[in-house]
Protein backbone atom coordinates (compact mmCIF):
# COMPACT_ATOMS: atom_id res chain seq x y z
CA UNK A 1 0.00 0.00 0.00
CA UNK A 2 1.47 3.51 -0.94
CA UNK A 3 0.33 6.72 0.61
CA UNK A 4 1.18 9.38 -1.66
CA UNK A 5 0.71 12.46 1.24
CA UNK A 6 2.43 9.88 3.82
CA UNK A 7 0.04 9.80 7.37
CA UNK A 8 -1.04 12.40 8.82
CA UNK A 9 -0.23 12.79 12.56
CA UNK A 10 -2.24 14.28 15.42
CA UNK A 11 0.62 16.35 16.84
CA UNK A 12 -0.46 16.11 20.65
CA UNK A 13 -0.60 12.85 21.03
CA UNK A 14 2.12 11.56 19.07
CA UNK A 15 4.45 14.06 20.25
CA UNK A 16 3.02 15.48 23.24
CA UNK A 17 6.25 18.32 24.07
CA UNK A 18 9.09 18.72 21.65
CA UNK A 19 12.45 20.34 22.59
CA UNK A 20 14.90 21.76 19.92
CA UNK A 21 18.17 19.97 20.75
CA UNK A 22 20.54 20.62 17.20
CA UNK A 23 20.70 20.44 13.46
CA UNK A 24 21.56 16.87 12.46
CA UNK A 25 22.32 17.24 8.78
CA UNK A 26 21.76 18.64 5.84
CA UNK A 27 20.78 16.61 2.52
CA UNK A 28 22.17 17.94 -0.66
CA UNK A 29 21.28 17.79 -4.05
CA UNK A 30 22.64 15.27 -6.18
CA UNK A 31 24.43 16.40 -9.87
CA UNK A 32 23.30 14.07 -13.02
CA UNK A 33 26.95 13.00 -12.69
CA UNK A 34 26.26 11.55 -9.16
CA UNK A 35 28.26 14.04 -7.28
CA UNK A 36 26.74 16.05 -4.54
CA UNK A 37 26.25 20.10 -5.16
CA UNK A 38 26.41 22.93 -2.93
CA UNK A 39 22.28 23.17 -2.93
CA UNK A 40 20.73 22.37 0.01
CA UNK A 41 17.37 19.53 -0.02
CA UNK A 42 16.39 19.78 3.28
CA UNK A 43 17.76 19.70 6.50
CA UNK A 44 16.85 17.42 9.70
CA UNK A 45 16.83 18.34 13.09
CA UNK A 46 17.09 16.36 16.61
CA UNK A 47 13.86 17.11 18.45
CA UNK A 48 13.47 15.89 22.24
CA UNK A 49 9.67 14.20 22.26
CA UNK A 50 8.45 13.07 25.76
CA UNK A 51 5.76 11.01 24.23
CA UNK A 52 7.85 8.79 22.48
CA UNK A 53 10.66 8.86 25.33
CA UNK A 54 13.03 9.44 22.60
CA UNK A 55 15.20 11.90 20.39
CA UNK A 56 13.13 12.13 17.14
CA UNK A 57 14.60 13.34 13.97
CA UNK A 58 12.12 15.53 11.57
CA UNK A 59 13.40 16.85 8.48
CA UNK A 60 11.88 20.30 7.03
CA UNK A 61 12.27 21.76 3.56
CA UNK A 62 16.04 23.97 2.84
CA UNK A 63 13.53 27.53 1.65
CA UNK A 64 12.69 27.45 5.29
CA UNK A 65 15.17 29.31 7.12
CA UNK A 66 18.15 27.50 9.50
CA UNK A 67 16.78 27.02 12.81
CA UNK A 68 18.93 27.74 15.66
CA UNK A 69 16.74 27.62 18.54
CA UNK A 70 18.51 27.19 22.17
CA UNK A 71 19.04 23.79 23.60
CA UNK A 72 15.50 23.23 24.76
CA UNK A 73 13.02 25.56 23.88
CA UNK A 74 9.82 24.15 23.37
CA UNK A 75 8.71 24.06 19.28
CA UNK A 76 5.81 22.89 17.33
CA UNK A 77 5.86 21.14 14.11
CA UNK A 78 3.43 22.72 11.24
CA UNK A 79 1.78 19.92 9.06
CA UNK A 80 3.99 17.02 10.09
CA UNK A 81 3.86 14.25 8.23
CA UNK A 82 4.90 10.52 8.60
CA UNK A 83 6.27 7.95 5.72
CA UNK A 84 8.62 5.16 5.07
CA UNK A 85 11.21 3.81 2.61
CA UNK A 86 11.86 0.55 2.09
CA UNK A 87 14.67 -1.35 1.31
CA UNK A 88 15.08 -4.72 -0.36
CA UNK A 89 17.31 -7.38 1.07
CA UNK A 90 17.79 -11.12 1.63
CA UNK A 91 14.80 -11.16 3.70
CA UNK A 92 12.74 -9.47 2.16
CA UNK A 93 12.70 -5.89 3.08
CA UNK A 94 13.96 -3.00 6.05
CA UNK A 95 11.49 -0.05 6.42
CA UNK A 96 12.44 3.01 8.13
CA UNK A 97 10.23 5.65 9.50
CA UNK A 98 10.71 9.27 8.80
CA UNK A 99 8.81 12.58 10.03
CA UNK A 100 8.97 15.63 7.49
CA UNK A 101 6.93 18.95 8.17
CA UNK A 102 6.44 22.49 7.03
CA UNK A 103 8.46 24.05 9.03
CA UNK A 104 9.60 24.10 12.80
CA UNK A 105 8.32 27.13 14.93
CA UNK A 106 8.92 28.08 18.78
CA UNK A 107 5.58 27.07 21.24
CA UNK A 108 2.87 29.44 21.12
CA UNK A 109 5.21 32.50 19.27
CA UNK A 110 3.74 31.56 16.05
CA UNK A 111 2.12 28.82 14.56
CA UNK A 112 0.86 29.48 10.86
CA UNK A 113 3.50 28.03 7.71
CA UNK A 114 4.00 31.27 6.29
CA UNK A 115 5.65 32.04 9.81
CA UNK A 116 8.77 31.00 10.22
CA UNK A 117 10.20 33.03 13.11
CA UNK A 118 13.66 33.64 10.93
CA UNK A 119 15.63 32.83 14.22
CA UNK A 120 15.49 35.92 15.89
CA UNK A 121 15.61 36.32 19.43
CA UNK A 122 12.48 37.31 21.19
CA UNK A 123 12.88 40.61 23.68
CA UNK A 124 11.22 40.50 26.85
CA UNK A 125 8.16 43.37 27.38
CA UNK A 126 9.53 46.08 28.08
CA UNK A 127 7.97 47.99 31.84
Not at 32 to 56: A, F, H
Amino acid sequence: MRLANGIVIDKEKTFGVLKFSALRREVHVQNEDGTVSEEIKERTYDLKCNTQGRMIQVSVPATIPLKNYDYNAEVELINPVADTVANANYRGADVDWYVKADDIVLKNKGTHAGNSQNNVPQQPPKK
